[in-house]
């Protein structure tokens, strides 16, 4: 959900571990889908990553089973597929990548928002990877071994060819995320560049270094605590010694990147709004607060435009699915949908 092996903090890093353990509480069971398991397909691609199950799960929901490569292993994909859509269509279709937070899974947005309804009479295939529980949406660096998991390159070179391979995507696409999917969102958009059109990060731990000193190693707890048997030093190494890996996953530090990129952050204050919350200040948002000032900062800083919205609100769904709605109209604009 923020950054570290997954999330991450405000200043010294004390985030990796509140962000975790709070994400964790405020996930809700993921409800039973209604659904038919079809034929697995072969829809192998040149990255040699292939689909080898295809399950219908709810009107317009179809989840892949990816054999990948990059990860060493199957991975999950969701798809919201536009009306008129079918593997054999003639026309293609834009994409709208949602990544999840930390301490969830691919499943977070339908069951934690009405992206279906809110979609379902748009031209766009909606796509929602697997990122791990602690990914950080990264190729790990694994001591200087590399190797799976490789994140990124899942995502990036094998899910994308599949989709513009097999399932009717075309070139043009916009990326979203909460938490440490609102990293990922920023750290593909600025990583590769002209790969999306607009890039919103709703509550997300967009300064991977906000606050950090050298010898700081606070930032491996909360990968330690929340996600036992992670060893966070896998992902991108010690800040002080691997320092230019850390600033390579820092959206921070690649904002200059993002220029010509339609950019959206949002995110609450800890407190309790409108739309409800805890009794008390949520730690983990006041974090993401702190990095997501600091990040617009930067972009400001750098002539870059970013949308920000900034209210009282905590680390939890009802405020995300908001964002949504607040970013939608942007993120369909960038491509090309009125």
């Known amino acids: 959900m923020l950054r570290r092996p ?21 996930v809700p069971g993921a409800p039973a889908l209604a659904g038919t398991a079809s034929a697995g397909t072969a829809a192998a691609t040149a990255t040699g990553a292939k ?11 179809i989840d892949l089973t990816v054999q990948s490569p990059a990860m060493g292993d199957r991975e999950k994909v969701r798809l919201l597929v536009p009306s008129g859509w079918s ?21 977070a947005w339908t069951r934690g928002t009405d992206v279906a309804s809110l979609t379902a009479g748009t031209p766009v295939i909606v796509v929602m990877p697997e990122g791990g529980s602690c990914g950080n949406y990264s190729d790990w660096w694994n001591y200087g071994d590399g ?34 999917g609102g990293l990922g969102a920023m750290l593909y958009a600025a990583r590769f ?21 050298p010898g700081d190693d606070s930032i491996g707890w909360g990968p330690s605590f929340s996600c036992p048997g992670t060893d966070w030093r896998r992902v991108w190494g010690e800040p002080d010694a691997q320092a230019a890996i850390w600033h390579a996953h820092n959206p921070t530090d ?34 993401a607060n702190d990095v997501s000032h600091a990040f617009a900062d930067r ?7 970013v949308t920000t919205r900034f209210f009282d609100g905590q680390h939890s ?3 995300w699915q908001r964002d949504l709605h607040d970013a939608y109209p942007m993120l369909m604009r960038a491509l090309g949908i009125a």
């Open 254 to 287: 690649l904002a200059g990147r993002l220029a010509g990129v339609k950019l959206y952050v949002a995110c609450g204050n800890g407190k309790a709004g409108s739309l409800g919350g805890l009794p008390i200040t949520d730690p983990v948002e006041t974090a």
């Open 147 to 180: 190797g799976s998991p490789e994140w990124e390159t899942f995502h990036m070179k094998e899910l994308r060819a599949i989709l513009e391979n097999g399932y009717r995507a075309n070139s043009r696409r916009v990326v979203a995320g909460n938490s440490m």
């Open 51 to 61: 689909v080898v199950a295809e399950t219908t799960v709810a009107p317009r929901t």
């Open 6 to 26: 997954t999330p991450g903090a405000g200043p010294g890093f004390l985030a990796l571990l509140l962000p975790l353990i709070l994400a964790a509480a405020l």
């Open 317 to 319: 769904w009802p405020y």
């Open 87 to 107: 593997k054999s269509a003639e026309r293609r279709w834009p994409t709208l990548w949602l990544l999840h937070g930390g301490v969830d899974d691919y499943t």
């Open 299 to 305: 972009l400001d800083a750098l002539g870059i435009p």
């Open 193 to 213: 560049p002209g790969m999306f059109q607009a890039a919103a990060a709703f509550s997300g731990y967009v300064d991977t270094m906000y606050g950090y000193k």
